[in-house]
């Protein structure tokens, strides 16, 4: 992902390693430490990573740095050496953004340090049984919350790290791992954290819900080949839970998770997440050719002996004189809708990042909603879980723990740097479960009913503020959750702000900002953001075999949308949008365009190209992916272009989850989608 990098002529692939994988997972370790230990020098180190969600308020920093410099990231924690590379181009957009990440960097400059150590203390009301969402498993009630982390680094490619968090109840040694490699290929033996998702607040298949397990991950940090490839692959062990095949047995499931993305182009990659679930009782296959073949066979037949999610993900920057992150995941638990590339039970999450508005603020949007059965499975009766809390979405941990309930799930986030120092954050959580789910859990549902879940509410207000070797801050959090329980809590906190060299001071000269030096920098050429306003005519088909198929009237509806593109090419442009249609037979259609492609010609012609997810709002959401064709007039009127659109969406799927839903041979009914949209333009 890093230009600067591809733009060296040494990096490129090292070429593949072709083998026939054995049943023994020693063969398949042995085998890659070979590689390692064989490869020839490389200019680029292994690296440490950044704590994930221990020291929230420097990791927004980071991530605003990030997308100032153009970097599309799709998965956390993240490296050292990446953010460091990515610094030069975000201090050409906010010096003093780039100043605070530069200082606390430092700490990472040695060959051994202390990197992080945080103290807090709080009052808490209510809360038993809710924990706060992405950290660790940490208690609402816990009066207490510890995290430190270390690390020694004898050589380039050997590096050693401590760390650990503890809390009421529970001590995990997140962060100690040993680490060998080189920057394209860098192995982690530990309690490494893994985040697979573009989003910040939800992750559907791995996040830092639960405490972290310990696992073997093999990645690299620094892209490959022209097309900027990375890859993780990861192998870990959860707690023991019951299990279902052939008998009811208690076991510890082994998890095989990976992200594989792209960044064909700056501003914009895109990824593949697989994940499954396997062995940990009798009769269960764990060998890594059983792994092996399943990560490429996507039949439901997997599910009967390992448990499968994947998903899509992408991001696209938008280095406008207002710069902004769009991204979205498109995830699945399992493949009932057929085919290898259309989800079952699907979960649809998307989010705007703002890293910078009006000088002193910044501001995160997010969205996520997936369908019933997820984070439950028939064999592993616990699903992903480790210790009782999911691995994915902080809102499944919202319910009767088994019980098979989807959701929806949204995060606003906005910070300030205000003139004299230090940094403010407000985010709110919401969370509103389905109500028309029909329990299994017994004590809480009847066969006829689903159990009445309250919308779920969080509220937090964080002030940090460095003093000396320090950082200082207080935390307010109040809400009440899906049982409708309230809980508050009110926190203070010193974590470690660096040595005499890397402290990060207020300075006046700094931190309250020199007008000149954190105004941002003009955008590059080809770079627009964009709001289309206009109307759809569609026609809808509805299928529910055996019944015949249902087929709309023309219908007419407005359309809205926004986004931004980027000039790849003399003639060719990419970019990412997100689309609202209203009266699609009575009901409205969100779509979000992972690939927005336009060719310019000559002419005010333009050709565009585009695919992504859908989300059909009937009685139950119906998901899938769609595609379609534009033609562009650009520049009819300055600044303003007219477009038609023709879109198709085929097997957008809604399961039949309602005791008034027509049971047929399958348990979905499918709607296919068919548009055409005409609408204005404005581009900035």
């Known amino acids: 992902m890093l230009k600067s990098f591809c733009l060296r002529s040494g990096v490129q692939a090292r070429g593949t390693l072709g083998c026939k994988v054995r049943h023994d997972w020693g063969v398949l370790l042995a085998v890659v430490l070979l590689a390692l230990g064989t490869a020839r020098p490389v200019h680029a180190q292994a690296t440490a990573y950044l704590p994930l969600n221990l020291e929230p308020e420097i990791e927004r920093q980071v991530e605003r740095v990030l997308i100032l410099a153009d970097e599309p990231i799709l998965k956390r924690p993240y490296s050292?050496?990446?953010?460091?590379?990515?610094?030069?181009?975000?201090?050409?957009?906010?010096?003093?953004?780039?100043?605070?990440?530069?200082?606390?960097?430092?700490?990472?400059?040695?060959?051994?340090?202390?990197?992080?150590?945080?103290?807090?203390?709080?009052?808490?009301?209510?809360?038993?049984?809710?924990?706060?969402?992405?950290?660790?498993?940490?208690?609402?009630?816990?009066?207490?919350?510890?995290?430190?982390?270390?690390?020694?680094q004898p050589s380039d490619y050997l590096l050693a790290s401590a760390g650990g968090i503890a809390y009421s109840g529970r001590t995990i040694p997140t962060g100690s791992m040993l680490t060998l490699g080189s920057s394209w290929a860098q192995i982690d033996f530990g309690w490494r954290t893994h985040w697979l998702s573009p989003l910040t607040d939800t992750s559907a298949l791995m996040s830092t819900e639960a405490p972290t397990t310990p696992s073997i991950t093999l990645s690299n940090w620094e892209p490959l080949t022209r097309l900027g490839l990375q890859y993780e692959f990861f192998l870990t062990k959860l707690s023991p839970q019951p299990i279902t095949y052939d008998r009811v047995q208690e076991g510890d499931p082994k998890l095989f998770g990976t992200q594989i993305s792209i960044e064909p182009f700056p501003g914009w990659s895109i990824g593949f997440n697989r994940m499954l679930e396997f062995g940990g009782g009798a009769g269960l296959p764990s060998s890594a050719s059983f792994v092996a073949k399943q990560f490429f066979v996507t039949s439901d037949k997997v599910q009967l002996q390992g448990n499968q999610q994947a998903s899509y993900v992408t991001r696209y920057v938008s280095p406008t004189s207002v710069p902004f992150a769009l991204y979205f995941q498109y995830a699945g638990e399992n493949t009932s809708l057929g085919g290898a590339f259309l989800f079952g039970d699907p979960m649809?999450?998307?989010?705007?990042?703002?890293?910078?508005?009006?000088?002193?603020?910044?501001?995160?949007?997010?969205?996520?909603?997936?369908?019933?059965?997820?984070?439950?499975?028939?064999?592993?009766?616990?699903?992903?879980?480790?210790?009782?809390?999911?691995?994915?979405?902080?809102?499944?941990?919202?319910?009767?723990?088994?019980?098979?309930?989807?959701?929806?799930?949204?995060?606003?986030?906005?910070?300030?740097?205000?003139?004299?120092?230090?940094?403010?954050?407000?985010?709110?959580?919401l969370l509103v479960n389905q109500n028309y789910f029909v329990g299994q859990d017994r004590e809480y549902n009847s066969s006829d009913r689903a159990?009445?879940?309250?919308?779920?509410?969080?509220?937090?207000?964080?002030?940090?503020?460095?003093?000396k070797g320090l950082t200082l801050g207080g935390e307010a959090e109040g809400g009440h959750d899906v049982y409708g329980r309230n809980f508050a809590r009110l926190s203070g906190f010193v974590r470690y702000g660096g040595d005499a060299r890397t402290r990060d001071e207020i300075d006046t000269d700094t931190d309250t900002g020199d007008e000149n030096e954190a105004s941002a920098a003009a955008p590059p050429q080809g770079t627009e953001w964009f709001v289309d306003v206009g109307a759809n005519v569609n026609r809808v088909v509805s299928e529910n075999a055996p019944v015949p198929p249902i087929i709309s009237n023309p219908e007419l509806g407005p359309h809205f949308a926004i986004g931004?593109?980027?000039?790849?090419?003399?003639?060719?442009?990419?970019?990412?949008?997100?689309?609202?249609?209203?009266?699609?037979?009575?009901?409205?259609?969100?779509?979000?365009?992972?690939?927005?492609?336009?060719?310019?010609?000559?002419?005010?012609?333009?050709?565009?190209?585009?695919?992504?997810?859908?989300?059909?709002?009937?009685?139950?959401?119906?998901?899938?992916?769609?595609?379609?064709?534009?033609?562009?007039?650009?520049d009819l009127w300055p600044h303003w272009d007219i477009d038609?659109?023709?879109?198709?969406?085929?097997?957008?799927?809604?399961?039949?989850?309602?005791?008034?839903?027509?049971?047929?041979?399958?348990?979905?009914?499918?709607?296919?989608?068919?548009?055409?949209?005409?609408?204005?333009?404005?581009h900035f």
């Not at 990472?108 to 049984?129: F, M, P, V």
């Not at 690939?595 to 959401?621: C, E, K, Q, S, V």
């Not at 659109?645 to 989850?657: E, I, K, M, S």
């Open 80 to 152: 050292v050496e990446l953010v460091k590379a990515a610094l030069p181009q975000a201090c050409r957009v906010d010096q003093v953004l780039c100043r605070r990440v530069q200082r606390y960097l430092e700490r990472y400059s040695r060959d051994y340090a202390l990197t992080h150590a945080s103290i807090t203390g709080s009052l808490t009301h209510n809360g038993a049984g809710d924990v706060i969402p992405n950290e660790y498993g940490l208690p609402e009630n816990s009066h207490y919350d510890l995290s430190i982390a270390a690390f020694v």
């Open 451 to 467: 159990y009445p879940y309250r919308h779920y509410v969080d509220v937090s207000v964080r002030y940090t503020r460095p003093w």
């Open 348 to 429: 649809m999450s998307g989010g705007i990042d703002f890293p910078r508005l009006f000088k002193y603020f910044d501001l995160t949007y997010e969205i996520a909603e997936w369908a019933d059965t997820w984070y439950t499975h028939f064999v592993f009766l616990h699903g992903m879980s480790n210790d009782g809390l999911v691995l994915g979405a902080w809102g499944a941990d919202q319910r009767n723990f088994g019980d098979g309930v989807g959701a929806r799930s949204q995060m606003l986030r906005v910070g300030w740097s205000p003139p004299f120092g230090g940094y403010l954050e407000e985010k709110v959580r």
């Open 564 to 634: 931004g593109r980027r000039a790849v090419s003399e003639h060719n442009d990419l970019g990412a949008r997100v689309e609202y249609d209203g009266g699609v037979d009575g009901k409205f259609l969100i779509g979000f365009r992972a690939l927005d492609w336009r060719y310019r010609f000559d002419n005010p012609f333009a050709l565009g190209l585009f695919a992504g997810a859908a989300r059909y709002n009937t009685i139950t959401p119906a998901t899938s992916l769609y595609a379609g064709l534009g033609l562009q007039w650009r």
């Open 644 to 682: 038609l659109d023709g879109r198709y969406g085929d097997n957008l799927a809604r399961d039949h989850v309602l005791a008034s839903d027509v049971q047929g041979s399958r348990p979905e009914t499918f709607y296919r989608i068919r548009s055409l949209t005409l609408y204005l333009s404005r």
